[in-house]
């Protein structure tokens, strides 16, 4: 059993493989136990999944503050904030591939769950390709760090543009490549069909499969901002890989409670091009002011006051005009989740 004790990358392996045992033993926990039979999800227990996944976060923040130290737990806390909060942006371009789809709400957490899949081998590879990097080339924090404050002052003044679903280029390709079904088959992502040209059978993917495919292709591109947002908090590939997968783990619960208000929530974009700003510009003002970096717990705090601050904002801007737009009790309307992605 020596080999548990073996250092990969930077921590004992027994840290790595049992944060790992924790999460498969979660989805399967989610995907056999939870939601065995496909049903809807809705509002109610979206928070409450959503409450027990940022528990487990903020508890596994414990066990890194106990076993690695109080900075590196702030360094978590601090990660697994900016992780999730940025990841929310990624809400509103999931909401249009589903829409776009027609995907019903009782097959999307099927979705959502197998992307956590994808999420945890890519963002695992992304995540130790980086810190090989920042290992042998330290300067590329400074990279990192130039590339979050152009990424945040784009952000703070670009125009708000609709996700254009349609023009995606891997999803022509799969059109064009793959045979591939008109319709929904239940939750699955394949099935075997006969083929209208030969007559044969075959085997064709399901809009799902598609659906799934650009979830993936979303979280990657995201990743690209919030991957060197946690490298410029933390060089530990442990903490920048954990506080990543939590978080995306509770923001997929989330979802469906999400999704039916994103809309109110007008200020975010801005809250968060502001957090990428100080997250990058804080590397430069470590060295200007002779510090290794910013203390995490005044990280910390400055972080959680701008996201709070603009999704307060938010939500007491658009009180009037929630109650203004809202529909009678018993229009099909008054419920939005029961009727998104139809």
């Known amino acids: 059993m020596d080999f548990l004790i073996y250092d990969f990358l930077g921590q004992p392996l027994w840290m790595w493989l049992g944060f790992v045992a924790l999460v498969m033993a979660l989805l399967a926990f989610d995907l056999g136990v939870l939601h065995k039979d496909t049903h809807e999800i809705e509002m109610k227990e979206s928070l409450w999944l959503s409450a027990f996944y940022i528990t487990l976060g ?20 601090t990660g697994f904030v900016v992780e999730k909060s940025l990841a929310m942006d990624n809400i509103f371009v999931i909401a249009m591939i589903f829409s776009y789809f027609a995907i019903p709400r009782q097959y999307q957490h099927r979705v959502l769950l197998y992307g956590i899949l994808g999420v945890i081998i890519l963002r695992g590879i992304m995540i130790a390709a980086g810190a090989a990097i920042v290992e042998n080339f330290e300067w590329v924090l400074y990279l990192f760090a130039a590339f979050l404050v152009f990424t945040g002052v784009k952000m703070l003044f670009a125009s708000d543009h609709g996700y254009d679903v349609a023009s995606n280029p891997v999803l022509k390709f799969m059109r064009k490549r793959f045979r591939v079904t008109d319709e929904l088959h239940g939750h699955n992502f394949v099935v075997k069909q006969e083929d209208p040209k030969t007559g044969k059978l075959k085997t064709f993917a399901t809009p799902l499969l598609l659906a799934l495919v650009l979830v993936e292709i979303a979280d990657v591109i995201f990743a690209v901002d919030s991957i060197p947002a946690i490298f410029a908090i933390t060089t530990d590939p442990y903490i920048v890989y954990t506080s990543n997968i939590f978080a995306i783990l509770g923001l997929r619960a989330l979802y469906f409670a999400l999704s039916a208000m994103i809309h109110r929530f007008v200020y975010l974009k801005y809250a968060l091009s502001i ?5 990058g510009s804080k590397v430069f003002l ?3 002011l002779g510090l ?3 203390p995490p717990a005044v990280s910390l705090s400055i972080t959680l006051g701008i996201l709070l601050t603009g999704i307060f904002a938010s939500l007491w801007v658009t ?9 009678a009790a018993d229009s099909p309307e008054a419920n939005p989740a029961e009727n998104f992605g139809r």
């Open 58 to 77: 903020l508890l596994f923040g414990g066990f890194v503050w106990y076993q690695l130290g109080p900075q590196s737990g702030m360094e978590y806390l």
């Open 275 to 279: 957090v990428l700003i100080f997250i």
């Open 286 to 288: 470590a060295d200007m």
């Open 292 to 294: 290794a970096k910013i």
């Open 319 to 327: 009180r009037k005009e929630e109650r203004e737009e809202a529909p």
